[in-house]
T-cell receptor, first 111, second 115 residues
Framework: RKEVEQDPGPFNVPEGATVAFNCTYS??????FFWYRQDCRKEPKLLMS???SGNEDGRFTAQLNRASQYISLLIRDSKLSDSATYLC????????????FGAGTILRVKS | ETGVTQSPTHLIKTRGQQVTLRCSSQ?????VSWYQQALGQGPQFIFQ???????GRGNFPPRFSGLQFPNYSSELNVNALELDDSALYLC??????????????FGPGTRLTVL
């Protein structure tokens, strides 16, 4: 079983749609949680950290449920520029503060 | 931009050769982590360097080795290249003060092709 598992993609949605990505993690010792965005053939970029209380950044809302070991990302009013791969990421102190990435979910927003 | 730079951008090698990839961390950062991203996969942790010492290692064989220099820049060396080593190699720098709150910022990566 992979340490971080994400929804299989790709998600093809029209502009203006709301789309939700889900992610589960297996290591209960995980400390920190993130969503990264990766454009084609580029490096991952931090989209937002995820907190147990939930957090929002504009059209993006992230939620964490530690009991269920579940992370989500909601994107409202999708834009063409949101098309990318979204990586669910967990940090653990094991093996030196490493980041553990899911395989990513591809989002394609179409006009 | 993150201020993390990597060189070279692209590299083509043949099986059995050796390669050195370089990373300059963001100013003020003391930690560099290296990741391998195969096509269609998320990045996989190779190892991390903090203050010139290896601070953790993922499930990669010993032919993957690294260094961190006093200015916190870093090198990743891979010996005896195999076809499966073809991937995007990413370095990420962060400022680690202890605890787990450091944010890792990625460089643009080096795309390695092994023929």
């Amino acid at each position: 079983r992979k340490e971080v598992e994400q929804d299989p993609g790709p998600f093809n949605v029209p502009e203006g749609a709301t789309v939700a990505f889900n992610c589960t993690y297996s290591n209960s010792a995980s400390q920190s949680f993130f969503w990264y965005r990766q454009d084609c053939r580029k490096e991952p970029k931090l989209l937002m950290s995820v907190y147990s209380s939930g957090n929002e950044d504009g059209r993006f809302t992230a939620q964490l449920n530690r009991a269920s070991q579940y992370i989500s990302l909601l994107i409202r009013d999708s834009k063409l520029s949101d098309s990318a791969t979204y990586l669910c990421v967990v940090k653990t102190r094991e093996y030196g503060n490493k980041l553990v990435f899911g395989a990513g979910t591809i989002l394609r927003v179409k006009s | 931009e993150t201020g993390v730079t990597q060189s070279p951008t692209h590299l083509i090698k043949t099986r059995g050769q050796q390669v050195t990839l370089r990373c300059s961390s963001q100013s003020g950062h003391n930690t560099v982590s290296w990741y391998q991203q195969a096509l269609g996969q998320g990045p996989q942790f190779i190892f991390q360097y903090y203050r010139e010492e290896e601070n953790g290692r993922g499930n990669f064989p010993p032919r993957f080795s690294g260094l961190q220099f006093p200015n916190y820049s870093s090198e990743l060396n891979v010996n005896a290249l195999e076809l499966d080593d073809s991937a995007l190699y990413l370095c990420a720098s962060s400022l680690w003060r202890g605890g787990g709150t450091d944010t890792q910022y990625f460089g643009p990566g080096t795309r390695l092709t092994v023929l």
